[in-house]
């Protein structure tokens, strides 16, 4: 037990909270499937990547002050006439950017565009 709460400190030391939070059941889920050491490894530094990005991004969302925030699936495609949602959704997956294209959204102010 001494060395569980030794891990943990070290745990808290270099900031890895998602660490301490899922150490103990992926370590088991490793145990069943019977993973390798690096594999346990690697499953608990993608969460605690995954939950240092959410938290980037609830911050960078709450840092900016948006006085309402919208997100995509909110959208009512239905009440905007040639909306595509497919294309929508697609543009959504930022392919554009690496691609270097530029979009532009055009329509009257208040029709809602995404």
């Known amino acids: 037990m001494?060395?569980?709460?030794?891990?943990?400190?070290?745990?808290?030391q270099f900031r890895l909270p998602t660490f301490a939070q899922n150490y103990q059941a992926f370590a088991q889920d490793a145990t069943?499937?019977?993973?390798?050491?690096?594999?346990?490894?690697?499953a608990l530094c993608q969460a605690e990547h995954e939950q240092r990005e959410a938290n980037r991004v609830e911050r960078a969302i709450m840092n900016a002050k948006f006085p309402l925030v919208k997100e995509l699936a909110s959208f009512d495609?239905?009440?905007?006439?040639?909306i595509a949602?497919?294309?929508v959704l697609?543009?959504?997956?930022?392919?554009?950017?690496?691609?270097?294209?530029?979009?532009?959204?055009?329509?009257?102010?208040?029709?809602?565009k995404p």
């Open 85 to 87: 949602k497919t294309r």
């Open 77 to 82: 495609f239905s009440a905007g006439q040639g």
């Open 2 to 12: 001494q060395h569980q709460t030794v891990l943990e400190n070290y745990l808290r």
């Open 32 to 42: 069943r499937s019977n993973l390798p050491y690096e594999r346990y490894l690697l």
């Open 90 to 112: 697609e543009l959504a997956q930022g392919g554009y950017m690496s691609r270097a294209e530029t979009i532009i959204l055009v329509g009257n102010p208040g029709l809602g």
